[in-house]
């Protein structure tokens, strides 16, 4: 098992930007893909981003393509989510999801339903 803690989270202004943090217990993090989801309210849960187990494989969503960068350090069992230029439509509750995956898994898992550890999640609140 393993449990996520999101971090960073905060108001800002339009245009500005936040660093959000999953950390991860356990041993065997680099085993496992990630993914920032958000919620706002009223809303369904959506992909935000999602890494790879070796952090070579990353998918963004077409909102935040080219303004947000996911990374991650597996010696720091750490996935970040850099958030750049940010829009009064990024408010939401940000939530870091991780599935076990085999090592032949190369790519990033994109679907809600394949993550089955989540955090408590982090609220971003981006004032216009």
């Known amino acids: 098992q393993v449990q996520l803690v999101e971090s960073g989270g905060g108001l800002v202004q339009a245009g500005g930007s936040l660093r959000l943090s999953c950390v991860a217990s356990g041993r065997t993090f680099s085993s496992y893909a990630v993914g920032w989801f958000r919620q706002a309210p009223g809303k369904e849960r959506d992909i935000v981003a999602a890494?790879?187990?070796?952090?070579?494989?990353?998918y963004y969503a077409d909102s935040v393509r080219g303004r947000f960068t996911i990374s991650r350090d597996n010696a720091k069992n750490t996935v970040l989510l850099q958030m750049n230029s940010l829009k009064p439509e990024d408010t939401a509750v940000y939530y870091c999801?991780?599935?076990?995956?085999?090592?032949?898994?190369?790519?990033?898992?994109?679907?809600?339903?394949?993550?089955?550890?989540w955090g408590q999640g982090t609220q971003v609140t981006v004032s216009s």
């Open positions: 999801a991780a599935r076990r995956v085999s090592s032949m898994q190369r790519g990033p898992v994109a679907s809600r339903a394949d993550y089955n550890y």
């Open positions: 890494i790879s187990w070796s952090g070579g494989g990353t």
